[in-house]
């Protein structure tokens, strides 16, 4: 089986939709299928002209006009990653498509309602031509399903529990807070400094770690000096940096405004940190009763989700341990491979 996954994101990943793809392609290569990687930044990535200087439409609109990158050679499969920051394929190809739907433009703009319009149809057209969407959980598969896509099936991504979990409980620091994020808008970074913040204020010896880089940076390290030492910003780190982060973290907090799924609280869990994040679609799925959920855009609330956790170390530890075995049972690369190497063969033919 050859296949060739069409993705803006690719290695060194900049968010999930890249963690998503190096992962699968792993776990693919294991069982055997031949996977050729067609993306608009990173190792694999192509030339492509700057239209509208937005990098993942631009990407799209350059494979929608010519496709002859994803089909020479000719694959069996083409598994194209969908959702804000993902492709839009609008036209058919000679070969079937598979998509994976990381989140919806409805779900990633409630009230941005000029953008929903102009690409939300296009979506809805990309996702239509596929011969089956995968939904990396049950709320995005709902979003798509909303757009009058049938074709829909829940496929989650795995996670590399074993890796996450190698280095024990050894390391924890009870009094360190982490984010791990694309440092935008919708990922609430700036809320994961202020919430640092106020801890630190109220706690002598806690102190914050933002992991990450975007469009947010230079506000972000603004918002990060002026509390006087407390929270560090680490930029991008390495996967093994990261792993040592999760090991060492109290609380990974996740004041997210949407999510396709919420990637960092499963690695989070799996690594044995307990969870805030805040009660969205996308993060209910992820954090499940593996850690706290609070109201968006509800400061005050976090501040006293995460003092909770700082205050009961045995509650913490609770909902750390039962987060890493949900995460264990639920997000296993093995069985997620399987099934994507099941679709394809299905589709290829079908």
Same mark, same amino acid.
């Given at each position: 089986?050859?296949?060739?996954?069409?993705? /803006?994101?690719?290695?060194?990943?900049? &968010?999930?939709?890249?963690?998503?793809?190096?992962?699968?392609?792993?776990?693919?290569?294991?069982?055997?299928?031949?996977?050729?990687?067609?993306?608009?930044?990173?190792?694999?990535?192509?030339?492509?002209?700057?239209? %509208?200087? =937005?990098?993942? %439409?631009?990407?799209?609109?350059?494979?929608?006009?010519?496709?002859?990158?994803?089909?020479?050679?000719?694959?069996?499969?083409?598994?194209?990653?969908?959702?804000?920051?993902?492709?839009?394929?609008?036209?058919?190809?000679?070969?079937?498509?598979?998509?994976?739907?990381?989140?919806? /433009?409805?779900?990633?703009?409630?009230?941005?309602?000029?953008?929903?319009?102009?690409?939300?149809?296009?979506?809805?057209?990309? /996702?239509?031509?596929?011969?089956?969407? %995968?939904?990396?959980?049950?709320?995005?598969?709902?979003?798509?399903?909303?757009?009058?896509?049938?074709?829909?099936?829940?496929?989650?991504?795995?996670?590399?529990?074993?890796?996450?979990?190698?280095?024990?409980?050894?390391?924890?620091?009870?009094?360190?807070?982490?984010?791990?994020?694309?440092?935008?808008?919708?990922?609430?970074?700036?809320?994961?400094?202020?919430?640092?913040?106020?801890?630190?204020?109220?706690?002598?010896?806690?102190?914050?770690?933002?992991?990450?880089?975007?469009?947010?940076?230079?506000?972000?390290?603004?918002?990060?000096?002026?509390?006087?030492?407390?929270?560090?910003?680490?930029?991008?780190?390495?996967?093994?940096?990261? =792993?040592?982060?999760?090991?060492?973290?109290?609380?990974?907090?996740?004041?997210?405004?949407?999510?396709? %799924?919420?990637?960092?609280?499963?690695?989070?869990?799996?690594?044995?940190?307990?969870?805030?994040?805040?009660?969205?679609?996308?993060?209910?799925?992820?954090? &499940?009763?593996?850690?706290?959920?609070?109201?968006?855009?509800?400061?005050?609330?976090?501040?006293?989700?995460?003092?909770?956790?700082?205050?009961?170390?045995? =509650?913490?530890?609770?909902?750390?341990?039962?987060?890493?075995?949900?995460?264990?049972?639920?997000?296993?690369?093995?069985?997620?491979?399987?099934?994507?190497?099941?679709?394809?063969?299905?589709?290829?033919?079908?």
């Amino acid at each position: 089986m050859n296949v060739v996954f069409a993705t /803006y994101d690719d290695d060194p990943p900049e &968010g999930g939709q890249g963690v998503y793809v190096a992962g699968l392609r792993a776990a693919l290569e294991a069982r055997g299928v031949t996977v050729r990687t067609v993306a608009g930044r990173g190792t694999h990535a192509i030339a492509y002209p700057r239209v %509208l200087h =937005r990098a993942p %439409l631009d990407f799209s609109l350059a494979l929608s006009r010519d496709p002859s990158p994803l089909l020479s050679p000719r694959p069996d499969v083409v598994h194209a990653q969908g959702g804000p920051g993902g492709v839009l394929l609008l036209r058919s190809l000679p070969v079937p498509v598979v998509y994976t739907a990381h989140h919806t /433009y409805a779900q990633a703009y409630p009230s941005r309602l000029a953008l929903r319009r102009a690409l939300a149809p296009l979506e809805r057209r990309s /996702y239509a031509r596929a011969a089956t969407v %995968l939904a990396v959980s049950p709320s995005t598969a709902d979003a798509v399903r909303a757009m009058g896509i049938a074709h829909v099936e829940v496929v989650p991504p795995g996670i590399d529990v074993e890796r996450l979990g190698r280095l024990g409980e050894s390391r924890r620091d009870a009094s360190l807070l982490l984010f791990v994020g694309r440092l935008e808008p919708e990922k609430g970074p700036l809320d994961a400094v202020a919430v640092m913040r106020a801890l630190a204020a109220e706690r002598p010896g806690t102190r914050g770690i933002v992991v990450g880089r975007g469009r947010l940076d230079a506000a972000v390290r603004d918002a990060a000096e002026q509390a006087g030492g407390v929270v560090e910003v680490r930029g991008a780190v390495s996967d093994d940096e990261l =792993r040592d982060l999760y090991a060492c973290a109290a609380v990974v907090l996740m004041p997210s405004r949407y999510e396709g %799924l919420g990637l960092v609280a499963l690695e989070a869990a799996a690594a044995g940190a307990a969870v805030v994040a805040n009660d969205v679609t996308g993060l209910r799925d992820a954090v &499940g009763g593996a850690g706290l959920l609070v109201a968006p855009g509800d400061t005050a609330a976090f501040v006293a989700a995460v003092r909770s956790l700082l205050d009961e170390p045995a =509650r913490r530890a609770e909902l750390a341990a039962r987060g890493r075995v949900e995460v264990a049972a639920r997000h296993s690369w093995a069985t997620a491979s399987a099934r994507v190497a099941e679709v394809y063969r299905q589709v290829a033919h079908g």
